[in-house]
């Protein structure tokens, strides 16, 4: 489906998740060069795709939000969902066994990529409890309790 190697991995880890995933033209003012989200899919405009691992920060988005509201059109996800999604990529890059600045690029979060990588890498937990609250992961000591390994270890992958 994709020329380079790393959006085809990204892409197959979000199909096998459930999520759609589909190749368009996409225009120039999405919110992330080359990825859009729609009715619960991505659209992927690989000419477009400035860095692959948006497409993991744009699957989160789907990934946390309800099952019901998923499929809309457009999502506007809150505040506190944007913070789950932090933490959902962060699952995953490491999931898949990707440095970091895959997801967390310069060009990214306002800034903060590296303030982000350094909070996820020394045991910060932005966005966990949503995520624990929704069922995706447990923090360390309910994680223990049940015999499971904490964030970023995932129980599942969308809400």
Do not use: C
């Amino acid at each position: 489906m994709f020329a380079d190697p790393l959006t085809q991995r990204l892409t197959d880890f979000i199909i096998g998740l459930g999520i759609d995933v589909r190749v368009g033209e996409l225009p120039d003012d999405t919110f992330l060069p080359g990825v859009d989200i729609r009715f619960g899919g991505l659209v992927i405009d690989e000419k477009r795709l400035a860095h692959p691992g948006d497409i993991l920060h744009e699957a989160g988005h789907i990934a946390v939000t309800e099952p019901d509201a998923r499929k809309a059109e457009r999502l506007e996800p809150s505040d506190g969902e944007e913070m789950a999604t932090l933490a959902w990529s962060w699952a995953a890059l490491t999931h898949l066994g990707l440095e970091p600045a895959v997801v967390f690029h310069p060009e990214g979060y306002k800034g903060e990529a590296e303030w982000l990588v350094e909070t996820f890498t020394s045991g910060g937990a932005i966005g966990v409890p949503l995520l624990q609250f929704y069922g995706l992961t447990l923090e360390p000591r309910q994680a223990a309790e049940r015999g499971v390994a904490p964030f970023p270890n995932m129980l599942r992958w969308l809400r």
